[in-house]
């Protein structure tokens, strides 16, 4: 069986880090500032990181189903993306701190970790990138 395409996010990025992104639908149309900066505008690590909570919270989701249980709704995920430079090579760390209101321990860790296996920026990034999961 093949891959199906459920979806294509589109943007037209200029100026780097310094510039703007807007996507195809208009719906995404921002400043792009380095860290650090006082510019306005967001950085790619921002953007990286709301991508990647948002769809880990879905893969919870799908993951908390097949457990039979539900998600609480107040399940949150903070996540930290960090930009690196070791001798002049630039990487990026992460930290997902997940909040799961009401939900033992013991199924919290469960849950994350059928998460992070399906989750796509989880899996984008294996192998990659150290990742921490913290449930707080």
Request: net charge negative; hydrophobic share 35%; proline share 5%.
């Amino acid at each position: 069986m093949g891959t199906k395409v459920l979806y294509t996010g589109k943007t037209h990025t200029t100026g780097g880090r310094e510039g703007a992104s807007q996507s195809s639908d208009d719906q995404l149309n921002i400043k792009l500032s380095s860290p650090g900066t006082s510019r306005p505008g967001t950085n790619p690590e921002q953007l990286f990181a709301a991508g990647w909570s948002a769809c880990f919270i879905g893969a919870m989701g799908i993951a908390a189903s097949k457990l039979g249980i539900k998600l609480p709704v107040a399940t949150a995920v903070d996540a930290e993306v960090d930009l690196c430079v070791t001798e002049g090579e630039y990487s990026l760390q992460t930290r997902l701190n997940v909040s799961l209101p009401g939900i033992e321990p013991e199924v919290a860790k469960e849950l994350t970790a059928m998460a992070h296996q399906t989750c796509p920026y989880s899996k984008a990034t294996r192998g990659n990138i150290d990742v921490t999961i913290n449930i707080i």
